[in-house]
Nanobody
């Protein structure tokens, strides 16, 4: 079974940076999709960014485009989310999720079968 371990989030000032990692294990295939999602207090979960291990294709939500960068270390089965120019509205619990045995970028939470524990990112103004 796929297991995901997200790194600890933290508190950062607006304009600052933070990097999250998601270490995965248990894939049956070398091809998989990883997504980062977030949920702010009182709001619905939203997709932030997605990546395919197959070709490194990525996708970003408009709200983070140009500020966040998703990347993958295939040798370590680890996905990173570099978050720059953070804003208070980026405050949320962030989750990584995975879908095994796929070559495409998955942009819908419904496709993800495995979820890591949430990690809180707080951006102060």
């Amino acid at each position: 079974e796929v297991q995901l371990q997200a790194s600890r989030g933290g508190l950062v000032q607006a304009g600052g940076s933070l990097r999250l990692s998601c270490a995965a294990s248990g894939f049956t295939s070398d091809d998989y999709a990883i997504g980062w999602f977030r949920q702010a207090p009182g709001k619905e979960r939203e997709g932030v960014s997605y990546i395919s291990s197959s070709d490194g294709s990525t996708y970003y939500a408009d709200s983070v485009k140009g500020r966040f960068t998703i990347s993958i270390d295939n040798a370590r089965n680890t996905v990173y989310l570099q978050m720059d120019s953070l804003k208070p509205e980026d405050t949320a619990v962030y989750y990584c999720a995975a879908h095994d045995d796929t070559i495409v970028v998955l942009r819908n939470a419904a496709f993800y079968d495995y979820w890591g524990q949430g990690t809180l990112v707080t951006v102060s103004s």
